[in-house]
């Protein structure tokens, strides 16, 4: 009886993740062996062609290098401002409670529209360049957006931004669940701030920190919105992205199989990337297991 | 991936849902036609709707149900909607997309019915695949050149007079252009994608380039034709700003673009927000005095039917409706741009009062569509990416056509 009531409870969730999630995922892997046109419905086998071509396509290595680029360029650095963050507003300082949402209000912003805002602060003639130019620092000729150096820069410069904030909450959480008395503990051994922060501190965030990390990872492979409001993959493809390319694929050339091809590699290369993390950071030691 | 599992959810909630939608197609002995469509802005909405009234009262035994797409995500919903067997009867499509429809063979072949009518309309090409006709042109619109009157004064050019030659505009944009950063002589379209060839093209059409040959086996885009257009097209960019279709407009209005290749859309946001700004159009310049021609693209909306529709005779009748001239120049007058499809619409006081529509209705006359072929988003890719290389100077012009006609040949075979 008791399983039943368990298992009612949980079926609603069970069955989206079923309808939702698990077949999707399972289909888009058979999807991956044909060739499909999503238009007419047309399917044929064709083994792993797609795959084949996948690593022959210039566009899949260019998508690859800029996505790789983008979460090694992004995540060190999110991680960082949001610990830093993390442990100022858990400080006693005034207006505690006003820094901590102001740090977390581009998180809950719509990214379309924090894309949009962007676009226009990175135009020839945005803020941006204002700025540059009244302290006396170089600006690109085409605008931010518009040059294929800066491009994907300015949008990881922007998503550093936006992201900080939630890894900023999740850090401040963490922070707070440190029991009290181990500072205490340390201060009656007269420890300094430096000491506190890396005996005590730092040891306690692992798990967090493992956290922060991989969850930013899963979500900075998978980079999109920002891509497909502000540049379109371009100029001369210096943004273009993996879940870009799959879009593009998808659904401007109907080609779903190939684009769930390329899904599945994208989807492998963070599985791989998770599970090196997880050996990296030892969570089960960091947790005490 | 995230996205990928979005686009399933879709798919499977379609398919879960599919057989509600048919259940609830009859009602009271009354045929339901669904009808998506595009038009969701609140001044446009309302006259389509009265039009549809108009057409139930003179049809008392159809009934027509509007849904309303966006442009950001309506093309995914047409895809999804048609692979999950759940299109409506009639549809609104941009004129780029029918040949992607309609090469995969899910709309409605109307050839009998529109070789009736064909000669009251125009700009049936991109609704042409295979010499059959897969829809009807509704609402067009044009790109055409918008010119700023204050900037010519200021460089001492006569406003009044804009440029009609390849020859003057450069020259006008080089003169504007040497007021930067104040102001920049062309705006030219960056990369983004299913726009910047909209862009090229008129230029390459004006000097009597061809994408492909008539039996559409080879591509010629390299001809000396198109090297020429893409030549001057490079070296008009370099006399202005590049940046998006939405940045240049926007710039256009703040008086800092010279010359941009524009749409409809943008006279009627600058009449509705910026009536003050002194601006001229004229017709995309020919190549030289008296050779070439003023080509331009002209894009549109085309009224498409489901293949597997079970009312087409009901379906044509109301597109027959809707195309009609008296009913569409109704819409195009809320849309404040836009052109009817009707071969002699520009005879209506509408245009003929208005100057600056006249030119746009001028303009449409002679245009040239992309070459109705079902890889024509490939070719499209690779013509902007060949217009990019150059633009952004990594590929000479004549390197980058020759590179792209291989490309196209490619898929040709």
């Known amino acids: 009886m008791k399983h039943k009531t368990t298992i009612l409870f949980l079926l609603p969730w069970i069955l989206i993740l079923l309808v939702f999630w698990l077949f999707p995922i399972l289909y888009s892997l058979v999807l991956s062996f044909t060739k499909y046109s999503i238009l007419s419905g047309e399917i044929k086998w064709i083994?792993?062609?797609?795959?084949?071509?996948?690593?022959?396509?210039?566009?899949?290595?260019?998508?690859?290098?800029?996505?790789?680029?983008?979460?090694?360029?992004?995540?060190?650095?999110?991680?960082?401002?949001?610990?830093?963050?993390?442990?100022?507003?858990?400080?006693?300082?005034?207006?505690?409670?006003?820094?901590?949402?102001?740090?977390?209000?581009?998180?809950?912003?719509?990214?379309?529209?924090?894309?949009?805002?962007?676009?226009?602060?990175?135009?020839?003639?945005?803020?941006?360049?204002?700025?540059?130019?009244?302290?006396?620092?170089?600006?690109?000729?085409?605008?931010?957006?518009?040059?294929?150096?800066?491009?994907?820069?300015?949008?990881?410069?922007?998503?550093?931004?936006?992201?900080?904030?939630?890894?900023?909450?999740?850090?401040?959480?963490?922070?707070?669940?440190?029991?009290?008395?181990?500072?205490?503990?340390?201060?009656?051994?007269?420890?300094?701030?430096?000491?506190?922060?890396?005996?005590?501190?730092?040891?306690?965030?692992?798990?967090?920190?493992?956290?922060?990390v991989l969850i930013n990872t899963i979500k900075s492979f998978q980079i999109f919105v920002e891509i497909f409001v502000m540049t379109k993959g371009g100029p001369l493809n210096s943004t273009l992205t993996m879940v870009y390319l799959v879009y593009e694929q998808g659904f401007h050339k109907f080609r779903m199989g190939y684009a769930s091809a390329c899904a599945y590699v994208l989807f492998f290369i963070i599985l791989i990337f998770s599970l090196i993390q997880l050996k990296l950071f030892r969570v089960g030691k960091a947790i005490g297991e | 991936m995230r996205n990928l599992r979005i686009i399933f959810c879709l798919v499977i909630v379609s398919l879960v849902f599919s057989g509600c939608g048919e259940s609830q197609r009859e009602t009271k002995g009354k045929i339901t036609l669904h009808f998506w469509q595009f038009w969701t802005d609140p001044e446009v909405k309302p006259q389509i709707e009265s039009v549809i009234k108009e057409f139930e009262k003179e049809n008392p035994e159809i009934e027509v149900k509007l849904t309303d797409l966006t442009w950001s995500d309506g093309h995914e919903k047409i895809v999804v909607a048609f692979s999950s067997k759940t299109a409506p009867d009639v549809l609104e499509l941009g004129s780029d997309w029918v040949p992607e429809f309609s090469s995969q063979g899910v709309l409605l072949d109307v050839t009998d019915f529109a070789e009736k009518i064909k000669s009251d309309y125009m700009m049936w090409e991109p609704a042409t695949y295979q010499e059959r006709i897969y829809g009807f042109p509704w609402i067009l619109d044009t790109r055409i050149i918008f010119?700023?009157?204050?900037?010519?004064?200021?460089?001492?050019?006569?406003?009044?007079?804009?440029?009609?030659?390849?020859?003057?505009?450069?020259?006008?944009?080089?003169?504007?252009?040497?007021?930067?950063?104040?102001?920049?002589?062309?705006?030219?379209?960056?990369?983004?994608?299913?726009?910047?060839?909209?862009?090229?093209?008129?230029?390459?059409?004006?000097?009597?380039?061809?994408?492909?040959?008539?039996?559409?086996?080879?591509?010629?885009?390299?001809?000396?034709?198109?090297?020429?257009?893409?030549?001057?097209?490079?070296?008009?960019?370099?006399?202005?700003l590049i940046d998006t279709q939405r940045m240049l407009d926007e710039q256009f209005k703040n008086i800092k673009i010279g010359f941009l290749l524009s749409g409809g859309w943008l006279l009627h946001d600058i009449r509705k927000n910026h009536p003050d700004l002194n601006f001229g159009l004229c017709l995309v310049p020919q190549p030289e005095k008296d050779k070439g021609q003023n080509a331009s693209f002209a894009g549109g909306e085309y009224l498409v039917i489901n293949q597997k529709t079970k009312n087409p005779k009901e379906a044509i009748k109301l597109i027959e409706f809707l195309i009609k001239k008296e009913n569409c120049l109704k819409l195009c007058k809320k849309i404040g741009s836009a052109s009817p499809s009707a071969t002699d619409a520009i005879e209506d006081q509408y245009y003929q009062q208005d100057p600056d529509l006249l030119l746009f209705q001028h303009q449409l006359q002679q245009t040239v569509s992309p070459p109705a072929h079902p890889k024509w988003v490939y070719m499209e890719e690779i013509i902007e990416k060949a217009v990019e290389e150059v633009m952004y100077d990594k590929k000479t012009p004549d390197e980058a056509l020759d590179e792209a006609k291989e490309k196209i040949d490619d898929l040709l075979k």
Request: aromatic letters at 16%; a neutral charge.
């Open chain 2, 147 to 240: 010119y700023n009157k204050d900037l010519m004064s200021r460089v001492e050019l006569d406003p009044e007079k804009p440029p009609e030659t390849w020859g003057e505009l450069l020259d006008y944009c080089q003169k504007i252009n040497a007021l930067k950063p104040e102001a920049y002589g062309f705006g030219a379209n960056s990369f983004e994608r299913h726009r910047l060839y909209k862009k090229f093209l008129p230029f390459f059409w004006s000097n009597n380039g061809k994408i492909l040959s008539d039996d559409q086996k080879e591509c010629l885009i390299n001809s000396e034709e198109g090297k020429e257009a893409l030549r001057f097209y490079k070296k008009l960019v370099d006399q202005g």
């Open chain 1, 47 to 212: 083994g792993i062609s797609n795959y084949l071509e996948l690593f022959k396509d210039p566009d899949f290595w260019t998508a690859l290098k800029n996505t790789s680029f983008f979460v090694v360029g992004t995540i060190p650095f999110t991680t960082f401002f949001a610990l830093i963050l993390a442990v100022l507003v858990n400080q006693k300082i005034p207006l505690k409670g006003l820094f901590r949402a102001g740090f977390f209000i581009p998180s809950i912003t719509s990214m379309v529209v924090v894309a949009l805002i962007f676009t226009n602060l990175y135009a020839k003639d945005g803020y941006i360049n204002f700025l540059f130019q009244l302290v006396g620092l170089p600006t690109p000729e085409k605008g931010w957006l518009l040059s294929e150096k800066t491009a994907l820069l300015s949008i990881m410069a922007m998503d550093i931004w936006m992201s900080t904030g939630f890894y900023m909450l999740l850090f401040l959480a963490a922070l707070q669940a440190i029991p009290e008395e181990l500072y205490k503990v340390s201060d009656v051994f007269g420890a300094s701030f430096w000491q506190k922060l890396w005996h005590v501190t730092l040891p306690h965030l692992r798990p967090m920190t493992l956290f922060v």
